[in-house]
């Protein structure tokens, strides 16, 4: 430890600027929110606030390390990165200090006075108030900084960013305020000061803080140092206590797997991911070869609260060069729909000076990210294959499942990995947990069924009474019930697997292969042919509405339904694309019609023209309501409802 550093430790050593530019600032709201939750429901939790600020310290020395290389007036001759820790039985405070970046006074007005992240907003109002379930939610938030004032009631921030010649001291007690001055600080870097509240002095214990160390952040890459107990002589003698390292030091990823427990990656992975639960699950490689990099990466327990905010920032995975941290843009490292995987990278082919510019196409990056991405789908597939543990797959199907489909659209070079862990809802097993996958729908598929079934529509229950099922459920044939937002734009680019094509019941014309028999294709023909004089009838009724209208044998029940085309858009999509605000060609339907039911039977004894008009457009607008579409006149189709309600129930009279 530098003399600088040590000075850092003490507050007040005001010079020249001290007192100066003096003001007071109220925080955001989301911020003042925020602290009164995480102070109410993180207290059983109380000891995270260590691992936090301990967590931002080597955060800035990573920075300081990184901009350091370029440069190295940065350091102001302080090369020796460290992090420290004392606590003052007198004044009751424990302080955190580093000498890394430090920060400027618009830099801490920015980033400890607000929240940057987009969406807080929503996520706060969505919290209950219930303290156990709101702790896990600020879990899914990091609790960052903030948590130092679930032990402190005031706390004070010295920082000066390196390089510049005037420091700034925030202080707040968590109120609604902070108040800000210019200080002079001999050493860059930042020292925070907690001011325990009143039944905290169990902190003020050199043996208890060093525990936390040592359990909480024992594999922070660089020292952290406390001062030693001194003896009681020792201490009769005025003897300065010597600072001395306290945790292991050594990044976790460069050591051996079997010298790591679960705990240790466990830990590591709060304090270097900002995550304040365990993760979900992990894997940890060393790759030898013509490419020389260690990987740790893991994924969460949990999704975080702007997963599908584009544009929240997720800390993702930190790139490293010989254990120099580069940067931690996920974009670079891991494909969009794995964007919840987070942890290590650490390439020794790189050069240390590398800029953002050369990453952005860098061969040996690239292979390190599709080597990477191998290796998270292995991880994925493994939870898929436990049987001892299901629980973590579904979890991870309900917390990513979403996410994690659009690797089927993003990453053509694994579709088929990606395919086969996907989970459905489905009409056979509509409660599998996470899903049925679809090798298990194949497996299970009818003598003579050739394609895998799907149907895409908002909710399930829509999906599940959707008219088109009607042919499905009597054939007992597995439909795919598809309900996610993604699902539409997932299956226009999941058009085969295993050989099988993947076949929407809500478009073309419906082929059931050799699930249906040669007695069946024959009546349905005989249907075809004698109803060619209705139909044509019908589509002169309803005009440009319909594309086409034919006899269908999908339904049972059901009058009638509509049919996109073969290659064309499903009614849901357009209808998802419209509610998006893009402008749509109106591409008109067809129109099937059941002609053994008997509302059908009764349309062809129709003679009048005008009733018929109005029943076959009756039949074509229920038909758009039955499959959740909106009708563009809805008051004109009530209207003839009720003239037919009349006209029937004047019949019965
Ligand atoms: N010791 C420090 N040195 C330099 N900057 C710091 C330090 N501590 C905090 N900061 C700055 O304040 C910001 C906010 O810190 P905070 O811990 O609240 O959030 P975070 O670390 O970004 O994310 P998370 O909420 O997941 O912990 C940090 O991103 C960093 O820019």
Redesign the pocket.
């Known amino acids: 430890m530098s003399e600088n550093q040590a000075n850092q430790t003490e507050q007040g050593q005001a010079e020249s600027n001290a007192g100066q530019n003096t003001e007071t600032r109220g925080f955001q709201a989301e911020v003042k929110q925020l602290l009164q939750l995480m102070i109410h429901s993180m207290y059983s939790n109380k000891e995270v606030f260590a691992r936090?600020?301990i967590?931002?310290?080597s955060?800035?020395l990573d920075?300081l390390r990184f901009e350091g290389v370029k440069n190295d007036a940065l350091f102001e001759g302080d090369p020796e990165l460290s992090i420290w820790i004392d606590f003052d039985t007198d004044a009751r405070t424990v302080t955190?200090g580093?000498n890394?970046?430090?920060?400027t006074r618009e830099?801490v007005i920015d980033?400890?006075g607000t929240?940057?992240k987009s969406g807080t907003r929503t996520f706060l109002d969505s919290l209950s108030g219930d303290e156990k379930k709101d702790a896990h939610l600020i879990g899914q938030?990091?609790?960052?900084?903030?948590s130092a004032f679930i032990v402190a009631d005031k706390v004070t921030?010295d920082?000066r960013r390196g390089g510049e010649s005037t420091g700034t001291r925030w202080i707040s007690d968590g109120g609604g305020e902070y108040t800000l001055e210019d200080i002079d600080k001999p050493g860059h870097?930042?020292t925070?000061t907690l001011h325990l509240r009143e039944d905290e002095d169990e902190f003020l214990d050199g043996y208890r803080l060093r525990h936390l160390v040592r359990t909480y952040s024992d594999h922070i890459a660089f020292p952290i140092k406390m001062r030693e107990e001194l003896s009681e002589e020792d201490e009769k003698e005025g003897k300065e206590a010597a600072w001395a390292q306290v945790n292991r030091g050594a990044p976790l990823w460069t050591q051996a797997k079997a010298e790591i427990s679960d705990d240790d990656y466990a830990e590591f992975y709060k304090h270097s991911c900002?995550d304040y639960e365990d993760p979900l699950t992990w894997t940890h490689n060393k790759v030898e070869g013509s490419q020389e990099y260690t990987s740790l990466l893991y994924i969460p327990k949990r999704a975080p609260f702007d997963l599908f905010d584009p544009n929240g920032k997720q800390?993702g995975v930190k790139l490293y060069v010989q254990r120099v941290f580069i940067m931690d843009d996920a974009d670079k490292l891991m494909p969009r729909y794995l964007r919840f995987v987070k942890g290590v990278i650490d390439s020794n082919d790189l050069p240390l000076n590398v800029s953002r510019e050369i990453l952005q196409s860098n061969r040996v990056l690239d292979k390190i990210r599709a080597g990477s991405v191998k290796k998270v789908l292995g991880l994925i597939e493994s939870m898929a294959r436990d049987d001892d543990e299901p629980e973590k797959f579904k979890t991870f199907w309900k917390e990513f499942g979403q996410v994690f489909k659009e690797g089927v659209v993003e990453d053509a070079e694994n579709k088929d990995k990606i395919a086969k862990l996907l989970r459905f809802k489905t009409t056979t097993d509509e409660s599998a947990d996470p899903g049925v996958g679809l090798d298990d729908y194949i497996a299970r598929m009818q003598p003579g069924q050739e394609k895998i079934y799907y149907i895409t529509a908002d909710t399930l229950a829509e999906a599940k009474h959707s008219p088109h099922l009607e042919i499905f459920k009597k054939k007992d044939i597995e439909v795919l019930l598809l309900t996610d937002r993604v699902d539409e734009w997932v299956m226009a680019h999941l058009t085969e697997y295993e050989g099988k094509e993947l076949s929407s019941v809500a478009k073309g014309a419906l082929d059931l292969g050799e699930a249906e028999t040669e007695e069946e294709k024959k009546e349905q023909e005989k249907l075809a042919e004698e109803s060619k004089g209705l139909v044509e009838r019908i589509k002169t009724a309803l005009g440009e509405r319909v594309n086409e209208v034919r006899v269908t044998h999908r339904l049972t029940d059901s009058p009638a339904c509509l049919v996109a085309d073969e290659h064309g858009m499903s009614a849901h999509l357009e209808r998802i694309l419209k509610e998006a605000g893009q402008a749509m060609p109106n591409s008109a339907p067809h129109l099937e019609i059941n002609v053994t039911h008997p509302l059908v039977e009764r349309l062809a004894e129709e003679q009048g023209d005008d009733e018929f008009e109005a029943f076959s457009q009756l039949l074509f607008e229920q038909a758009i309501l039955a499959e959740g579409g909106e009708l563009d006149d809805p008051a004109t189709f009530v209207r003839r409802m009720n003239q037919m309600l009349l006209s029937v129930s004047r019949g019965a009279a």
Do not use: C, K, P, W
């Open positions: 936090e600020l967590s931002n310290a955060d800035a920075t955190i580093d890394g970046i430090g920060m830099q980033r400890i929240i940057a938030f990091g609790v960052g900084f903030y921030v920082t870097g930042t925070v900002h800390h």
